[in-house]
């Protein structure tokens, strides 16, 4: 079966509990749950990768290729700092969607720059739980079909 990553940064194993007025309610279990539900009944299987630490993120985008056939992405905090990151996706053929939940364009200006938007197919912003529903039917139904032909 066809896979995909979910890949999660630092601090989304709060959500829930973390500032719900920005993050809402919902859990990192809530967002697996939704992307598994979405990805399964077009054939495909999720891997959920959460953490906290920088390198461990780099090491499951560098060893995507092969494996998988596109990464959902919330680099959360380091998609800001982050140019190891950059780099990581940049060195991989796979395609990556980064997610994040809230709006970074209209939060703190250092939050309103994305290190990795250049290097992704594209970027979901704003919409909560709903932008990982996006980003998975989109990785699904448009951007890896196009990338096989």
């Given at each position: 079966?066809?896979?995909?990553?979910?890949?999660?940064?630092?601090?989304?194993?709060?959500?829930?509990?973390?500032?719900?007025?920005?993050?809402?309610?919902?859990?990192?279990?809530?967002?697996?749950?939704?992307?598994?539900?979405?990805?399964?009944?077009?054939?495909?299987?999720?891997?959920?990768?959460?953490?906290?630490?920088?390198?461990n993120l780099i090491d499951e985008i560098q060893g995507a290729t092969g494996k998988y056939e596109g990464i959902i992405f919330n680099p959360a905090a380091y998609t800001h700092t982050s140019v190891a990151l950059l780099d990581a996706i940049l060195a991989i053929e796979v395609p990556v969607i980064e997610v994040?939940?809230?709006?970074?364009?209209?939060?703190?200006?250092?939050?309103?720059?994305?290190?990795?938007?250049?290097?992704?197919?594209?970027?979901?912003?704003?919409?909560?739980?709903?932008?990982?529903?996006?980003?998975?039917?989109?990785?699904?139904?448009?951007?890896?079909?196009?990338?096989?032909?």
């Open positions: 079966m066809k896979q995909i990553l979910l890949l999660n940064g630092p601090n989304l194993n709060l959500l829930g509990a973390r500032e719900p007025d920005i993050y809402g309610t919902f859990t990192l279990e809530d967002i697996e749950r939704t992307v598994n539900e979405v990805a399964q009944k077009k054939g495909y299987n999720v891997t959920s990768v959460q953490s906290n630490h920088e390198g994040h939940i809230s709006n970074i364009h209209q939060r703190d200006s250092f939050r309103r720059q994305s290190l990795i938007a250049s290097a992704c197919v594209g970027q979901i912003v704003g919409l909560g739980l709903y932008g990982y529903k996006l980003a998975t039917e989109a990785l699904i139904e448009e951007i890896i079909p196009k990338r096989q032909k």
